[in-house]
């Protein structure tokens, strides 16, 4: 399978790459070898977080003014070769930033967005080696696109349009097109419908502290799993197998929830070229507009 996202062309100059080294926990490492999609963005994190954008003293002038560069979008994908918790995995990451223009040819938006790859010996936490054992392969691959903005500003003080630090460009100078949110509960093309229309899941979402982080609301990682586990019900409503696994993921968020609140995942099944997927909302109680929009693919 091929796995995307790969970094933008011409890459990033080397100043804004790095590679760590790290180890699996035995909770991101399913029964059949393969890593789980949300044990990968840690990458994101290890790369470009903790080598390169903290400790860059003008991210640091940034951060101390209340920039923040905020996620709203988050795209991985996993590959199908066993891995073993046991041996060490490397990830490799990068940044670029860029900007989006109104329609009328205005920056209205600036981005930092971050790519990594995760590689890791072929093998087997237990028993019989595979076939292959110790050749190199890619675990899985993340985009992360966050929207740089100062939330915690004045209402109409949030919006950032120029990077004033020394040594970054004031806008930087390339130009990219967001695909809007709504885009992801789009059938794919050649699907085949399994159910008609997006349905709400039987089980309600209370979040509560756990599934939380020190950003002050619910974890992105949390939708994704909590997606999942919608999804294998849905399946199994129709009578579809559930020894599957989440290999591609792609959400989008609007805004945030926080520990107390309800929500609800609506949500759609379909087939494509052999393979189950779903896509839907995460939607606040009492029903408003969705906070989120994922679409997934099963393998």
């Known amino acids: 399978m091929p796995l995307h996202p790969t970094p933008p062309e011409p890459p990033p100059p080397p100043e804004q790459w790095s590679s760590v080294t790290a180890r699996f926990r035995y909770e991101d490492v399913t029964q059949d070898g393969r890593a789980i999609l949300t044990a990968l963005p840690l990458g994101v994190s ?37 891995v073993s918790v046991g041996r060490p995995f490397e990830v490799r990451g990068c940044y670029q930033l860029a900007h989006t223009v109104d329609g009328g040819g205005e920056v209205n938006r600036l981005l930092l967005n971050i790519w990594c790859e995760t590689t890791a010996p072929i093998g ?20 992360a696109e966050h929207v740089i903005t100062r939330p915690l500003g004045a209402k109409d003080q949030r919006k950032v349009l120029r990077l004033d630090v020394e040594g970054l460009p004031a806008v930087p100078p390339t130009r990219m097109t967001v695909a809007p949110a709504e885009q992801l509960i789009s059938i794919p093309r050649g699907a085949e419908l399994i159910d008609e229309t997006l349905l709400p899941d039987e089980a309600p979402l209370l979040f509560g502290l756990v599934h939380t982080d020190s950003n002050q609301h619910v974890n992105s990682l949390v939708f994704l799993r909590s997606f999942e586990e919608a999804a294998l019900r849905r399946l199994a409503a129709h009578g579809r197998a559930t020894k599957l696994l989440a290999r591609r993921a792609e959400i989008a968020f609007r805004k945030p929830f926080f520990a107390g609140e309800r929500a609800r995942i609506h949500l759609q099944a379909f087939s494509l070229e052999g393979r189950l997927g779903a896509l839907g909302t995460f939607t606040g109680e009492p029903p408003a507009s969705p906070h989120s929009f994922v679409r997934m693919m099963f393998g």
Not at 68 to 75: G, Q, S
């Open 46 to 82: 290890l790369t470009a977080w903790e080598q390169l954008i903290l400790p860059d003293p003008r991210w640091k002038t940034l951060l101390g003014r209340g920039v923040l560069p905020i996620l709203h979008r988050l795209v991985i994908e996993g590959g199908d070769s066993p």
């Open 124 to 143: 087997r936490t237990y028993g019989p080696p595979p076939p292959n054992a110790g050749e190199i392969t890619v675990v899985g691959r993340v985009r």
